[in-house]
């Protein structure tokens, strides 16, 4: 190392010479494990973030707690609504109260598409907030979905 030194100037040259070789070696291969490592740090800050956020607009809990209520409830309605219309229906013998029946049922399914991506919304924020990431885009695009789309 003398003779490296001596060229270099000193030993401590040599040594940042092959400690700057060695981390831009080390820098060219990134491994799944660094991957993993960074994902979870990813993760970790996002749900630090969240969290944060929650914390911070915890004046506004009353107020989320009932839009999600409002449009769990119609949601729920709705959903029920068509249940008991399509069960009825079966039971009817008048052909035209029976496709009276499933029409507005039908109609009424539509609508509950479109407020799917409402309720994925609540239900992510409400039981799955480290995830919300995924659910979002998912829900945004779904809830904003045209009404004359078909549904994926």
């Given at each position: 190392?003398?003779?490296w ?6 030993s ?8 700057t ?13 660094e ?17 944060g ?5 915890k ?13 769990a ?6 959903f029920?609504g ?8 079966v039971w ?11 029409q507005s049922?039908g109609m ?7 407020m799917t991506?409402?309720?994925?919304l ?6 799955a907030?480290?995830?919300l990431?995924k ?13 004359n789309?078909?549904?994926a």
């Amino acid at each position: 190392m003398s003779f490296w030194g001596n060229i270099f100037g000193t030993s401590a040259a040599t040594n940042k010479v092959i400690d700057t070789v060695s981390n831009g070696l080390d820098k060219i291969w990134y491994t799944k494990e660094e991957q993993a490592e960074d994902a979870m740090k990813s993760r970790a800050a996002a749900a630090e973030f969240l969290l944060g956020w929650m914390d911070t607009t915890k004046g506004q809990n009353i107020a989320r707690r009932a839009l999600a209520i409002l449009l769990a409830s119609i949601w729920s309605l709705m959903f029920v609504g068509t249940l008991l219309l399509k069960l009825i229906a079966v039971w009817i013998s008048d052909p035209v109260t029976h496709a009276n029946l499933i029409q507005s049922a039908g109609m009424i399914s539509e609508d509950i598409d479109q407020m799917t991506g409402a309720m994925m919304l609540i239900l992510g924020f409400y039981f799955a907030a480290p995830h919300l990431d995924k659910i979002a885009g998912a829900a945004i695009a779904k809830f904003g979905k045209a009404k004359n789309e078909p549904s994926a």
